[in-house]
């Protein structure tokens, strides 16, 4: 019996933390190495758990929480506001990484560096500080011992969803990928050279813009001559929270209110630019990452997480957001459909029925009361339910926009979404058409218009031929048919045996009723045993095959 509880004083951390929690399940994983169905403790209880267990888990937590594919929604909620429970780390053990991570002394790079912490997380926390030229920045420093304690639980986890791997649950949801998937995702974060990275390509994506005027926006730049894996310097920006901001500069109320709605313009472009367009987003805009500066712009701070969607997936999701302002439910599973990367084929009337349940509640609000992120919330949740596993980022694309509406509808509480991007939708369509090389896209096309119109005809030609000849054949290729064909072989075979096997207990017992001579006998006892080893043989075949009821 595979059991988790030999290998180290972690594993029994965690174990007296569940234990202390009543979550049987995992205890009984823990201790036994039994899989059953899943089954998670209440919403709050698995929140307190994960936070409990330490910063690896809060992470895995906050990943889980941009997957209502696999999660109902009070779960999401509640891990949505999970954080880690961790007390600073006193400045000297952190300047000791900071002397660590420098290539010279740190006098010769800092003037500086506030010991008290700007804040705390649960795999770094950020100090003030002014290098030796004078420019502020913020110094991102990497806790002491995380990555040790990181491959720990990753090989925890590993063991524990090879463990539910073995359950319907693991195995319709590719339990063992999905926490390569989390577990990698942590690690990511473990290296600030990559979060450098995203902050200089969303920076540059943005910058390039035509929707937005990139100088009202701000990301900070990246010191790259002292910035390593474990220690991460940016530019310092003076600002506030946005929702804690005062916004309006002026007195005037029709001025506050157009300044709140720029904000809320410029960042619904910024954003939608990102998703729609360049495929690679900011995915945590909370309230905390996004900030009003003293000069009146607004800056993304934070790009460690980003979200990425191929133009296959862009394509789809801009068709899917029209398809839910026509309230056309019919349209919405077909999209999801396009969208599954599952071989399971659901029921198209009954996801269109559940489509309409919910959009039904939607038909006599207008747009602005419609909260788009909440409807692909429950796409996601309808996906989950039928078993059709979408692409993992469609998580991260929810919960961006669900943060961005937020603010926004906090900013400017008449926010009409539609109405925000609406002038973007054209060259959306644009885009997605031609993309931003028109003329390669249009050589290309009139090129493939000239092969299909010199080759239509002797194809057309041929077709008549074949028809005419009846040499005409058809290659199909339909899912799942050779497990079909090979069912029907097993029962046929199945029904031969079984024949094959009352005509032998037959023909003894005929040549037994007539039997007059040793020889007769013999045959006769050849026959039943001839039978009944088939018999067997066949009854051992279907109990194996587990189809018996």
Known sequence: MFSLTKTSDRQREILEIVLSNGWDYMRSLLIAGKADEPKLPPPAVFRKILAELGPFYVKIGQLLSTRPDLLPPEYIKSLTALQAQVPPIPWENIETIIRQELSQ???QVFNNIESQPIAAGSIAQVHRAT?????????????????????KDIKLIKAIAELVSLTDFGQDYDINSLAEEFTQAVKAELDFTKEAHYTDQLRLNLAQSTWIDPKQLTIPQIYWEITTEKLLVLEWLEGTPILNADIPLSSDTSSAKNNRQQATTLLFRAFFQQMLVDG????????????????GKVALIDCGSIGRLDPRTQQLLTEMLLAIVDIDASRCSQLTLKLSQSDRVPDLAKLENSYELILRKYYNLSLSQINFSEVFYEILQLARKNKLKLPRNLGLFAKTLANLEGVARKLNPE??????????MTDIFRRQLIGDTPIPTLLRTVLDLK????QSPRQFELLLERLGTETLQWNLNVKQLDYLRRSIDDSANRLSFSIVVGSLIMGAAII??????????LITNILFAAASFLGLWLIVSILRSGRLK
């Open 512 to 521: 037994s009723t007539n039997a007059q001579t040793q020889e007769l006998s």
């Open 451 to 454: 092969s299909l119109s010199l």
């Open 415 to 424: 926010l009409n979404l539609l109405t925000e991007i609406k002038p973007l």
């Open 105 to 107: 002394p740190i006098t």
């Open 280 to 295: 690679f987003f900011h995915a945590d805009p909370h309230p905390g990452n996004i900030f009003y500066l003293e000069n």
């Open 131 to 151: 290098l030796i030229t004078g420019e502020a920045v913020a110094l991102k420093v990497q806790r002491p011992g995380i990555d040790l304690i990181v491959d």
